[in-house]
């Protein structure tokens, strides 16, 4: 379940029977409310980076609980913590977790996967994929981001995308603005747009559905190549440079309004 946070984060908790897991507990108390009010027990924490808005709950939550929590072994959190990295597999509620590196927003970002959950995998990626966006590359460098979307596009087409943030529409009107001819982006944000309206979010996505609308993942497609050339005037040279491309789309997204 997705439990709101702040102004437009959400915190993910994944139950099982009565115990539960939490990913990116930027505030405690939505998670102890959650807790009570489900009679469930925390038992670890998973933490995709060290973003005061992913951890600020996590040393109480792991003082008021004892649960184990996870977290990006190339960053500093505020608490204890079992370092993982990419390739690392552990169990969970009786799940397999398979941990990614996805650098670029920051530069130790790690990704989470069930890829044996009930009905589809699911995929918590903290601020590296957004529904119809990609996070702000603030410490790691476009080609990092790039290669971190390329990673996430690999999974099944199925995957459940669990984001932190609900950036949905307004990532849409950027890609409207990319893609003005895609009717599989324009039937999307006709979609989000209804949810919205009726308060509900818009997460988790689909990454198929992603793989068609969300233009930082369809950096090297013709269209969203061309358009980005004639935004930033690339040289010909350019255009043919998949990290000049992504670097440049990235950089109109920055400055869009
Ligand atoms: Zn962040």
Redesign the pocket.
């Known amino acids: 379940m997705a439990l709101p946070a702040f102004s437009d984060n959400y915190l993910w908790l994944w139950q099982q029977d009565q115990l539960a897991v939490v990913v990116d507990p930027g505030d405690a108390e939505p998670i102890h409310k959650a807790l009570a009010d489900h009679g469930l027990a925390l038992t670890a924490i998973l933490v995709?980076?060290?973003?005061a808005?992913?951890v600020g709950g996590v040393r109480q939550l792991q003082e008021s609980t004892g649960a184990e929590v996870f977290g990006p072994a190339r960053e500093d959190l505020p608490t204890a913590f079992t370092p993982v990295m990419h390739g690392d597999q552990f169990e969970l509620l009786g799940q397999s977790v398979q941990v990614l590196d996805v650098p670029g927003?920051?530069a130790g970002?790690v990704a989470y996967v069930l890829p044996n959950a009930p009905a589809s995998p699911v995929l918590f990626c903290?601020?590296t994929l957004f529904s119809g966006g990609c996070?702000?590359i603030?410490e790691g460098t476009p080609a990092q981001m790039l290669a971190s979307m390329d990673c996430l596009a690999a999974l099944p087409a199925d995957t459940r995308v669990c984001c932190?943030h609900e950036y949905t529409l307004s990532n849409l009107r950027f890609a409207g603005a990319v893609e003005p001819h895609n009717s599989a982006l324009q039937a999307y944000t006709a979609h989000c747009q209804a949810l919205r309206a009726k308060g509900q979010p818009t997460l988790p996505a689909k990454l198929g559905t992603e793989l068609q609308i969300n233009p930082f993942l369809r950096a090297r497609h013709p269209d969203v190549r061309h358009a980005v050339a004639r935004h930033a005037g690339l040289s010909a040279k350019e255009q043919n440079d998949d990290v000049a491309v992504f670097a440049a789309l990235r950089e109109w997204k920055n400055d869009f309004k």
């Open positions: 995709t980076h060290h973003h808005d992913h927003h920051t970002h903290g601020d996070g702000r603030f932190a």
